[in-house]
């Protein structure tokens, strides 16, 4: 029960780009939880793997 609490806060948790700490978009998870979601920021035209993670 509370592993999927957490789980779930994590997928809804803001990610913003490591560049210009503009809020990213989130890319290519239609293969679901088995590949990692791919970050891409309008702002700046980065994307990847990495993003910065906004605390609440
Ligand atoms: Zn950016």
Partial sequence: MEEGVRIR???FGKKLCPNCLHPL???GALSGWVTPPR???EKCGYSGFVALEKAD
């Fill in 9 to 11: 806060r994590k997928l």
């Fill in 25 to 27: 978009k989130v890319i």
């Fill in 39 to 41: 970050y891409f920021c």
